[in-house]
């Protein structure tokens, strides 16, 4: 924790991070999302665009969509359920249950403590009120970039992890993994106040603040762990402005910005370069920084130290808990354009741009052997 906040100091001070850009193939190998957000049938969203209300059969059903995805899709990617429950404004004494899923991929010879992880994360609930509230931006299609970036991510990791294991790597040398973190109950139930809201986010802190390493770890819990913390919210309608809250992570901002105008430069992105999402690239230490003014899931993190990337539009958009936030006004081009910017840059962390593959290769691996038509 302490080097990657130097780092990220010096990241700041400098304008420079010592991690490499994706080169222009590296960005042009991030597989296109297809239809795999279309509102009904696309594989990755549809079926989370339903009430999902902590505690619900909706709840359970999309918490089981993730789950069949991981199982199926991604078996290298570790499944953990952080359970936890509470009383509500409208519980009575009745406790309401809340059920984080985390999917963790590590590189393969890490010993337990010596992971650094880059952790994406958005909220799977949804509001109860108004009755039938979808929350196709809040939070359902960041949930469903999520997916897309690990999967996307998944072979290249794996081609990397190998590569270096043929080479030779001990259990002790630094290592880098990512963790997709899916949260629960972060909608309040009545008013927004600290004890009604962020419910999954508090616990899942406090435990990982909590839970001990072994000792001589490098990072002493899993919470120390996270390297940093990328939080998702609100993302999908159309023309988002999305500001740097955080001055000790303008830096890593500065990369996803970077990664957005590339990929625009090289036509990789479906919506008009009139309008960027991440503007905010010539920031300066006095100006105005938004970070505190919007309480969301990285509250108790933050609150421990962790560095935090708030992907959150200001001002929001204004479909924000209505019903008008449904998979009908989701603007597809900018959900899809979501889905390609927080995979690159996910990919220049986790420095993976020669085993990126061009998607057209990567639909043969199954069968080497097999040529082109
Ligand atoms: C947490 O909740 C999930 C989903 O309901 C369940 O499958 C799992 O067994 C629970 N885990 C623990 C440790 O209670
Ligand atoms: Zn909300």
């Known amino acids: 924790m302490i080097m990657s906040r130097v780092a990220g100091l010096l990241g700041l001070l400098s304008g420079a991070f010592a991690y490499k850009a994706l080169s222009d193939d590296g960005l042009r190998n991030i597989a296109d999302p297809g239809d795999d957000f279309d509102i009904k049938s696309g594989a990755l969203l549809a079926p989370i665009l339903q009430p999902r209300v902590p505690g619900t059969p909706g709840s359970t059903a999309v918490l089981n969509h993730f789950v069949d995805f991981f199982q199926k ?34 590189p393969p010879w890490a010993g337990q403590g010596h992971v650094g992880r880059l952790a994406l994360v958005a909220h799977y609930d949804s509001k109860i009120d108004p009755p039938g509230f979808i929350g196709a931006i809040d939070s359902a299609a960041p949930c469903a970039m999520l997916m897309y970036a690990a999967r996307s991510l998944d072979a290249a990791l794996t081609r990397k992890w190998s590569a270096m294991e043929a080479e030779g790597v001990s259990e002790l040398e630094e290592a880098s993994g990512i963790q997709i973190i899916l949260l629960d109950g972060e909608e309040a139930f009545k008013v927004w106040t600290h004890d009604d809201s962020i419910y999954g986010a508090r616990s899942l802190a406090e435990e990982w603040d909590q839970t001990m390493h072994p000792a001589a770890s490098t990072y002493r819990t899993p919470l120390d762990a996270i390297d940093l913390f990328v939080l998702l919210d609100l993302l999908g309608s159309a023309n988002p402005t999305v500001p740097s809250f955080f001055r000790t992570t303008h830096w890593a901002y500065l990369n996803m910005a970077n990664t957005e105008a590339r990929l625009r430069s090289l036509k990789q992105l479906h919506t008009s370069p009139a309008h960027p999402f991440l503007r905010e690239t010539n920031k300066k230490e006095s100006d105005r920084w938004l970070g505190g003014a919007i309480e969301d899931d990285h509250l108790p993190f933050q609150a421990r130290g962790v560095d935090i990337l708030h992907m959150i539009p200001a001002p929001f958009p204004t479909v924000w808990h209505t019903m008008a936030d449904d998979g009908e006004h989701l603007d597809i081009p900018t959900v899809k354009d979501w889905a390609k910017i927080v995979t690159a840059f996910s990919a220049e962390w986790m420095e993976l741009d020669e085993y990126l593959l061009p998607p057209k290769k990567r639909s043969l691996l199954p069968e080497p052997d097999r040529t082109e038509l």
Do not use: C, H, K, Y
Not at 87 to 101: K, Q, Y
């Open 73 to 106: 899709e991604l078996p290298d990617w570790e499944l953990t359920f952080q359970n936890s429950s509470s009383r509500t404004p409208i519980s009575g004494n009745d406790e309401t249950p809340f059920v984080n899923l985390i999917a963790t991929r590590d």
